[in-house]
């Protein structure tokens, strides 16, 4: 056993306490990475609210970046001193997963919000020696120390801060993935992006490399909107005074857009990026909306040659997609460090708050005392 500090969520807190927990020795088919960084995610604090099914107490986290400590006998591909991004758990044998699109694994769900193995076994306890549940996204990032799953892993060998890499765990990812993988975005092409949190404007950074010549971001953030204009966007609304479709009808000549993106999870932004579209406009969907939540559509206007999609974690495997966005970020193409704050682990609700607030846009949480 290993000690190492987490963030733990437990139920009846809504939040996250800071503990020593110690951590198992590897399986055969475990890594262990000491995380540098790991980014705050909504996904994260929806479990710590309990608003998902993952098991508690759990240490959550699933953006994180960090050096590979041990390798398990039967893991091929790392070695110890790798330096490593941690996305999402997959099987790696279903038709989707050897098809290059892991995020649609059928056991999706289950691997990620599990947290636990496989056999039901976890990989953590606490001061008391009683199960805190890890293996979340395959990584629990939120842990100093952490048992991984390989699949997860991409290696990387550019010398880039940590607190730059964790965000492309998931929300980076997941913007310019949308944009270039599901919307395919090309030049001349005009974009709406509804909420401008790390995905709507990893969005916007991703269209402005696709040569998007129009990008209308919708929030009601004006920090969020000013920072969109200096990413790259070329119209903002502020939706506490203007509904997202009328003010995209006046910007386009009633036109409308080709591409919409909506990241927020709302219903009602979904029924807007559709309602934004021009005729044979394409709308990606990417926020995550409460279980059993619907969004409404005209069903006439469809038949316009418009479509709709949903997408997960970028539409594309990460050992594929993370390097296409690092190569951007090495040209000074794409600036994720514009969209980072860093905290203490131990500020973690400091962190939580200022996201809430929309002060911040990604809080990356660093692990300090593990930091070489």
Not at 162 to 167: G, H
Not at 337 to 345: K, Q, S
């Amino acid at each position: 056993m290993m000690a190492t500090t987490a963030a733990v969520s437990r139920a009846g807190t809504g939040g996250f306490a800071v503990e020593q927990v110690s951590v198992e020795t590897p399986r055969a088919d475990e890594v262990i990475v000491r995380f540098l960084a790991a980014g705050l995610c909504r996904t994260d604090l929806e479990v710590a609210a309990g608003r998902l099914p993952t098991p508690l107490p759990v240490v959550s986290g699933h953006e994180g970046a960090g050096v590979v400590e041990y390798v398990g006998s039967g893991v091929a591909g790392f070695a110890v001193g790798d330096r490593v991004i941690a996305g999402f758990n997959f099987c790696g044998c279903c038709a989707n997963c050897r098809g290059g699109m892991p995020a649609y694994c059928p056991d999706h769900f289950a691997l990620n919000f599990g947290a636990q193995r496989a056999d039901g076994s976890v990989g953590l306890r606490d001061r008391n020696g009683r199960p805190v549940h890890d293996h979340f996204f395959g990584q629990s990032s939120f842990a100093g120390l952490s048992l991984c799953r390989p699949t997860g892993l991409v290696r990387v060998n550019e010398d880039i801060p940590a607190s730059v890499l964790a965000p492309l765990g998931c929300g980076v990812s997941t913007g310019a993935g949308a944009v270039w993988n599901v919307l395919k975005a090309e030049p001349g092409d005009t974009l709406l992006v509804i909420g401008a949190g790390t995905v709507g404007l990893s969005a916007v950074i991703a269209a402005v490399a696709s040569g998007a010549a129009r990008i209308i971001v919708a929030d009601r953030h004006r920090a969020r909107l000013d920072l969109a204009v200096q990413l790259g966007a070329t119209d903002v609304v502020d939706i506490n005074a203007n509904p997202p479709v009328d003010a995209v009808r006046e910007l386009t000549g009633g036109v409308g857009v080709g591409l919409a993106l909506e990241s927020t999870g709302s219903s009602e932004s979904m029924t807007a990026a559709v309602g934004a579209l021009a005729p044979l406009g394409r709308a990606a969907i990417l926020g995550i909306a409460p279980p059993q939540a619907e969004f409404r559509t005209d069903a006439f206007e469809l038949l316009l040659g418009r479509s709709v999609m949903g997408s997960v974690i970028g539409h594309q495997a990460p050992a594929v997609l993370i390097p296409r966005i690092l190569r951007l970020y090495r040209q000074g193409r794409f600036p994720i460090e514009r969209l980072t704050t860093t905290y203490p682990l131990e500020s973690i609700n400091e962190a939580v708050a200022d996201v809430e607030s929309g002060v911040t846009v990604k809080a990356v949480l660093e692990h300090r005392h593990h930091q070489e």
